[in-house]
């Protein structure tokens, strides 16, 4: 796929499960990439992601489709703006983006017991339903509550990545399992619409 093949494809409807995300290239441009059923709702290149870029273009978006759902990677910026824009429609975080954000504080082979059950239990995600994955998450936190408040001598906390892995996992809830919510509506559980793209 070419740049020119990037163009806006006609579609013959206008409620739309919207898909976007965007993706840097060598810190040369940013490239804005919304997408819905398989096809190039919108694009835009901008030289960095920037939260104004995405109400760019979801005003132009507006102009042509209405939005039934979107989903989204975890920047907490693009859920206010989608919240602010579109009260009533309902969001959903990209699984596969949370894997990885965890596993950046996991690491691949996490040392300490909790970062090991945390680590399991971020990879279970794809299969679990809310029910399961907040009992499991709510009960590893309470299981290793003292282990997080320890602190060195110097009065800092020991285990500041993992206690920010069960922040973002905290914060995100919320937005995780949005497709059980409204299973009519067949919303997307990651970005990889537009992850496909990107790699052309």
């Not at 824009?85 to 969001?91: E, Y």
Request: hydrophobic content about 35%; overall charge positive.
């Amino acid at each position: 796929m070419n740049l020119a093949e990037l163009k806006d494809d006609s579609i013959d409807f206008k409620e739309i499960n919207l898909v976007f995300d965007a993706s840097h290239f060598k810190r040369e441009f940013c490239l804005f990439l919304f997408r819905s059923n398989s096809t190039n709702i919108h694009y835009d290149f901008q030289s960095s992601e920037k939260i104004i870029y995405y109400e760019l273009a979801l005003e132009e978006i507006k102009k042509t489709y209405i939005p039934l759902s979107f989903s989204i990677d975890g920047r907490q910026g693009v859920i206010q703006l989608l919240e602010n824009m579109f009260r009533s429609v309902p969001i959903q975080l990209c699984h596969f983006y949370l894997v990885q954000n965890i596993s950046r504080y996991t690491t691949k082979r996490p040392k300490t017991g909790c970062g090991k059950e945390l680590r399991e239990l971020i990879l279970e995600l794809k299969a679990s339903s809310e029910e399961k994955f907040t009992k499991k998450y709510n009960e590893l936190k309470e299981r290793y509550k003292e282990f997080l408040k320890e602190r060195n001598e110097s009065g800092e906390f020991k285990h500041k990545k993992l206690r920010s892995a069960f922040n973002v996992i905290k914060r995100q809830l919320p937005y995780l399992f949005t497709f059980e919510k409204f299973p009519d509506l067949r919303i997307e559980k990651t970005t990889n619409l537009c992850e496909g793209s990107f790699g052309h």
